[in-house]
């Protein structure tokens, strides 16, 4: 009972409801939180660590920003979601914080994009003096190979690297990005490579325009540390493997380059192994094999997981 009466101690103010109902949307930064609330980072912060406190959420400082996010499971997901239930839909305060919520999201995906737009001519050359990038791809040909793909999809595909790097070990290869820019240049490389089996078109990675349960394997290769949610992500990828297929995510491990958020549009500083697996978990894949792989700055990670087979 002490338990549960400090949980509904610490929501039952306006506030902290509010920042319920932000979070159960996805993980927000402070500041990104006193942005939506129009309230002082001090007051904001003492609303966050009462409900930290009462174990309602979960909070996780990296590099200068500290992140906070709702519960995955237990019994303070359970609460919080029942709660979160009862508040009206169209109360007008929650309503504003759902616009500026979009809001900052907009802001992110434009700040990308303009990143992307600016940087896609030169983005294979970009990094090669932080990672190892010969031993990353061995390694990612090595979990191709092992598997025995023939269909293969690479989410966020870019300028089109990985299909390169992997054009040799799968009998065809499709690469998605919104980036036209990217595309460009991802065609581009293709062509001039021969590759002919592998292809590249414009499409949103949280829906895309392919057949559930129908490739074999989805390569996710540093495209986490720009997303806000990765979940949207790998549920979209499990959707389009089969029984069976395998997700491959290649990311830094984590760091505390703190230039990479304001110079190259990071928002995240790597992930621990325990995050990862837990991402795998919520979307209905047994993680599998982890491979860390250090470099002359970042330490690359290679997580795989396995969609389950159907018996």
Not at 113 to 120: D, V
Not at 123 to 151: F, K, P, Y
Not at 183 to 188: C, K, M, Q
Request: net charge neutral.
């Amino acid at each position: 009972m002490d338990t549960l009466l400090t949980r509904l101690r610490a929501a039952a103010e306006p506030t902290r409801l509010r920042l319920l109902a932000l979070l159960a949307q996805g993980e927000l930064a402070v500041s990104e939180v006193t942005q939506i609330l129009g309230q002082s980072q001090p007051r904001v912060s003492r609303h966050l660590k009462l409900l930290c406190e009462a174990g309602l959420i979960d909070r996780f400082p990296e590099g200068a920003w500290v992140f906070h996010r709702m519960k995955a499971s237990g019994d303070a997901w359970s609460l919080t979601h029942a709660l979160l239930d009862m508040l009206p839909e169209n109360d007008p305060v929650l309503a504003l914080d759902r616009q500026r919520l979009n809001t900052v999201r907009a802001q992110r995906a434009d700040k990308a994009a303009r990143y992307f737009e600016t940087h896609a001519v030169s983005w294979d050359d970009w990094g090669t003096d932080l990672v190892d990038r010969t031993a990353v791809e061995q390694e990612m040909i090595r979990l191709v190979r092992d598997a025995r793909i023939s269909d293969l999809v690479d989410m966020g595909t870019g300028t089109g690297h990985a299909l390169s790097v992997l054009a040799g070990s799968v009998k065809t290869a499709t690469g998605f990005d919104q980036s036209r820019e990217m595309l460009a240049v991802a065609r581009a490389n293709l062509e001039k490579a021969g590759l002919t089996h592998c292809m590249v078109r414009q499409g949103d990675i949280t829906q895309l325009p392919v057949p559930p349960a129908s490739v074999d394997m989805v390569v996710i290769h540093q495209v986490m540390h720009f997303l806000s949610d990765p979940m949207p992500v790998l549920n979209e990828a499990q959707r389009i493997l089969r029984p069976g297929g395998i997700v491959l995510v290649a990311d830094y491990a984590p760091h505390a380059e703190e230039w990479l958020r304001d110079q190259h549009a990071h928002r995240r500083l790597g992930f621990p192994d325990t995050e990862v697996q837990r991402w795998f978990v919520q979307a209905g894949l047994t993680s599998q094999q982890t491979r860390h792989i250090p470099g002359p700055r970042l330490t690359v990670a290679l997580w795989t997981a396995q969609k389950p087979a159907i018996l």
